[in-house]
């Protein structure tokens, strides 16, 4: 992130923009509806910036540049057709430290300005760090669309009862949960409809209620394979909404950046034979997040009830008495199969798959290998990298063809996605010297040679 977003308390902010084409008066005309001061250089004046230094919202300076005019500026636009210009003034400002945009020039700026969404008091900001104007734009307009034109009402009713809100709950997860039951029901409905003094009625009833030490929850949230873009909008909700997020180590570095900004994060992250956390130890900080009245978001890499232990963590809350829910992920298999051009099934090839673990409990590889050695089935092995050569002769002692087709696939969804094909009989060497490792998924059967055709 090259550009930190921040927003300007403009109260006692003196400006000075040099230039006052139209373009500059679209930065003018922005300034102009903060309480900034504004000082505009520039020998003549657009019709735009006349009329409003005639209103009284600026200070028309009709004269050249002086490099003393930045004295005494906190924040600087510079807006003329001369470059060797816009090159001086943004030296100066530099060298003085004063923020300095010149506009259309991002070489020259300290400072960019985002494109907005205004909902005064609630502002958006988007900016493509001066790369991408169309797709800002873009973006802008599609936001525009889907913003309600009163949220900024619902805004100004939030802050009214801001302090009664906090003098009511003494617990900060407390008071977002109900500002949160605000926003997403009638209230803030009644507040968009035009209505705030019945809206305030509401409010004032929510309030009144009985204060009650609010019961916590788990969510058991799949996090599919690692691709964001795979997130179901349920498991994006509750990321958005948690205390606190107890997330493991197949949790992708972007799905994480999803949570909620100011959630308590915890690693509890495993690999195999090697457990950071036990999971005993796991299922113990989720009832005791539970019981301290805490929102806790349970991550897991593709779906809690596939290979992710989520039974386990069911079965500890159910003892417990504490509320759960669990939201299904893509699964590894569907999600590394797809990216990797595999399709699992295809009725030339198999008409039934099979997910299994390539490392039980015991850290044995001791499955029911004739069941799954059988014909015209796809089989899949999660966490089964470290067993591969046991896997690959376990198949062929039971009857599967040396030559059967075998991927192995990395860090499936993500930029370190990679793929590396062969058979039962090489696979080990080739995975080997492309330096898989985990995780990794293993995919075998016929179905694997289609990768040729359409992956």
């Known amino acids: 992130m090259q550009y930190f977003p921040v927003f300007l308390n403009a109260q006692n902010l003196d400006c000075l923009v040099v230039g006052a084409g139209e373009v500059a008066a679209r930065k003018v005309e922005l300034l102009a509806k903060t309480p900034a001061t504004i000082r505009v250089v520039a020998p003549q004046a657009c019709q735009t910036i006349q009329a409003m230094a005639e209103q009284g919202l600026l200070k028309w300076i009709q004269r050249e540049f002086d490099p003393g005019d930045i004295q005494g500026q906190q924040l600087i636009f510079v807006a003329t057709d001369n470059h060797q210009l816009n090159c001086d003034i943004s030296t100066l400002a530099k060298a003085a430290n004063i923020p300095v945009n010149v506009v259309d020039n991002t070489e020259l700026c300290s400072f960019i300005t985002p494109s907005i969404v205004d909902r005064d008091p609630l502002l958006v900001a988007l900016s493509s760090s001066g790369t991408a104007p169309v797709l800002l734009r873009y973006l802008r307009q599609k936001l525009e669309s889907i913003l309600p034109a009163r949220l900024s009402e619902l805004a100004k009713f939030s802050d009214k009862f801001r302090d009664k809100v906090k003098a009511h709950f003494n617990n900060v997860n407390q008071r977002r949960h109900f500002w949160e039951d605000v926003i997403e029901g009638d209230i803030a409905e009644t507040v968009l409809a035009g209505d705030n003094q019945q809206a305030e009625q509401l409010i004032e009833q929510k309030l009144q209620q009985d204060e009650q030490t609010e019961a916590g929850c788990v969510y058991l949230v799949g996090a599919g394979p690692g691709d964001p873009d795979l997130l179901t909008f349920k498991a994006l909700r509750l990321m958005q909404k948690a205390d606190l997020v107890v997330y493991d180590r197949l949790v992708s570095k972007p799905i994480l950046e999803l949570v909620r900004r100011d959630a308590e994060k915890i690693y509890v992250g495993k690999k195999a034979s090697l457990h950071s956390v036990p999971q005993n130890e796991i299922n113990q900080l989720l009832v005791d997040a539970a019981k301290q009245g805490k929102r806790v978001v349970r991550l897991k890499g593709g779906d809690p009830y596939i290979f992710g232990r989520g039974g386990e963590e069911a079965e500890t809350l159910v003892e417990q008495g504490i509320s759960f829910q669990v939201v299904p992920g893509i699964t590894a298999a569907t999600g590394a199969s797809t990216y990797a051009g595999i399709p699992l099934t295809h009725r030339d090839h198999a008409q039934s798959v099979v997910f299994s673990t390539g490392h039980l409990k015991d850290g044995s590889i001791d499955l029911d290998w004739p069941a799954l050695a059988r014909q015209r089935q796809t089989m899949v092995f999660y966490m089964g990298l470290t067993g591969l050569n046991v ?29 590396v094909t062969g058979t039962l009989m090489d696979i080990q060497q080739k995975a080997s010297e492309a330096n898989i490792q985990p995780p990794a998924l293993i995919i075998v059967g016929t179905v694997v040679s289609l990768r040729e055709k359409i992956g």
């Open 391 to 419: 896997i690959s002769q376990q198949l062929i002692k039971h009857g599967v063809a040396a030559d059967m087709p075998v991927a192995v696939v990395q860090s499936a969804t993500t930029d370190k996605q990679q793929v």
